[in-house]
């Protein structure tokens, strides 16, 4: 079970929004970034989100993250059916000395 | 191109060792942290180990999971770094990546924007 906790799994059809959200805690996401990663089947992690809310370039603004407090969130708007993979939210432990990955969230475009 | 390579995965009987390393193109590795992050078949993401950038003296930190077993070390003259992996378990087989993060002075992550393609460590007798 993953220190940072995310919902198994979420859904929406074509063009609607969803969100994801990660909790942790203060020695977690409470004092340190967060970041986000999309995994599409078979191939390595890609970045979305860091220090965040921030998009790496190339990143389409449908993607968003915010945090407040000891939880953050991913949103995506405008759902496409390339957009059905595996998101991880990651950040570093203070109490730790670790890096930590929620346990992923499957989006599926209905 | 900035990328980052794998290479070295393969089978070892439980018990075993094997080296992986990871090459970096388009930019110095010393200026970067470097982390290893593997994936179980049918898993989630694991965050094995990191190796701090020169400016932090290429300190590394482990996760409990494999600390006393594996190791980080760097070839600042091949742009490379190593994860040497002994006394391997069944439970550490997956697809181990490297990957690049930069945190801002006084933080601790910004986020892994450079993912290379992984390799495969399948750990089994």
């Known amino acids: 079970q993953s220190v940072l906790t995310q919902p198994p799994s979420v859904s929406a059809a074509p063009g609607q929004k969803v969100t994801i959200s990660c909790s942790g805690s203060t020695s977690n996401i409470g004092n340190n970034y967060v970041s986000w990663y999309q995994q599409l089947p078979g191939t390595a992690p890609k970045l979305l989100i860091y220090e965040n809310n921030k998009r790496p370039s190339g990143i389409p603004d449908r993607f968003s993250g915010s945090k407040s407090g000891t939880s953050a969130t991913l949103g995506i708007t405008g759902l496409q059916t390339g957009d059905e993979a595996d998101y991880y939210c990651?950040?570093?432990?203070?109490?730790?000395?670790?890096?930590?990955f929620g346990g992923g969230t499957k989006v599926t475009v209905l | 191109e900035v990328q980052l390579v794998e290479s070295g995965g393969g089978l070892v009987q439980p018990g075993g060792s094997l080296r992986v390393s990871c090459a970096a193109s388009g930019f110095s590795l010393s200026d970067h942290y470097i982390d290893w992050v593997r994936q179980a078949p049918g898993k989630g993401l694991e965050w094995v180990g990191r190796s701090r950038n020169k400016a932090n003296g290429y300190t590394t930190e482990y996760a409990a999971s494999v600390k006393g077993r594996f190791t980080i070390s760097r070839d600042a003259s091949k742009n490379s770094l190593y994860l040497q992996m002994n006394s391997l378990k069944t439970e550490d087989t997956a697809v181990y990546y490297c990957a690049r993060d930069t945190p801002r002075v006084g933080t601790s992550t910004s986020g892994m924007d450079v993912w290379g393609q992984g390799t495969t460590v399948t750990v089994s007798s």
């Open positions: 990651g950040t570093w432990d203070s109490s730790l000395s670790a890096v930590l």
